[in-house]
């Protein structure tokens, strides 16, 4: 039986009451989990009672903006950013993506769009449980196949460090667990080195797929975010 997915449990922040309300009713309508909150004070309080997969964030609210609510959250939530504002600047686009936004939409926008692009963010960053993607990591071989049948060479540490971030999609492993993994005394372990490892391993994995990605959440670990790694 294929299981049912869980539907995205989205925030929208928009200071405008007539527009929050609108914008709440079509996407509870097309069946995602949806709640509101006018500024960042509601919208910690939010956070507080439970977390969300996606945050629809405008940007001109009264007190924080929404450049420094994505800056803040980026650091802490492991959550998908979607910046909703009227301001189309570039270089607002710029500043948006660098603080943090997985995606910048320019108001006015149609509620579709804006659902589908709420739903691919999610497959993103929550893959379904029981997916089979085609995709294939093999250890022995030290190989990633794609569905295509394309292969990426990786090193031992590479099959260690991905393999241990596939065995949870989208959830965050902790750094300790990588040392552990990796076969280094965690109490002489040098972050640099960690570090290194996992960029590296991140830009061989862009380069080659962009689906491919590996999130550093400060504080706390990496994720892998991309399509589900079958071991063979």
């Known amino acids: 039986m294929t299981p049912t997915p869980t539907p995205a ?3 929208v922040v928009e200071d405008n009451e007539f527009l929050l309300e609108e914008m709440l009713f079509q996407l509870n309508m097309q069946g995602f989990a949806a709640r509101g909150a006018p500024d960042a004070a509601a919208l910690d309080a939010l956070l ?16 924080e903006d929404g450049f420094s609510i994505a800056r803040r959250l980026c650091d802490r939530q492991r959550l998908g950013i979607v910046m909703l504002t009227a301001r189309d600047d570039i270089e607002d686009k710029l500043r948006g993506f660098a603080d943090g936004a997985d995606l910048y939409l320019v108001k006015p926008v149609d509620r579709r769009e804006l659902a589908a692009c709420i739903r691919a963010l999610h497959r993103r960053l929550v893959p379904a449980a029981g997916t089979d993607s085609g995709w294939r990591l093999q250890a022995a071989q030290r190989k990633l196949l794609a569905p295509g049948g394309q292969a990426l060479d990786l090193t031992p540490q590479d099959v260690q460090v991905l393999a241990l971030l596939a065995e949870q999609p989208g959830g ?6 990588l040392v552990r993994a990796l076969g280094i005394d965690f109490v002489n372990a040098p972050e640099g080195r960690i570090n290194t490892t996992v960029s590296r391993l991140r830009q061989k994995l862009a380069a080659f797929d962009a689906e491919l990605r590996i999130i550093t959440w400060r504080n706390q670990g990496y994720s892998y975010i991309g399509p589900p790694l079958a071991l063979a």
């Open 9 to 11: 449990r989205v925030i």
């Open 48 to 63: 507080a009672l439970a977390p969300c997969d996606i945050l629809v964030l405008d940007l001109n609210l009264p007190g």
């Open 172 to 177: 965050t492993c902790a750094r300790q667990a």
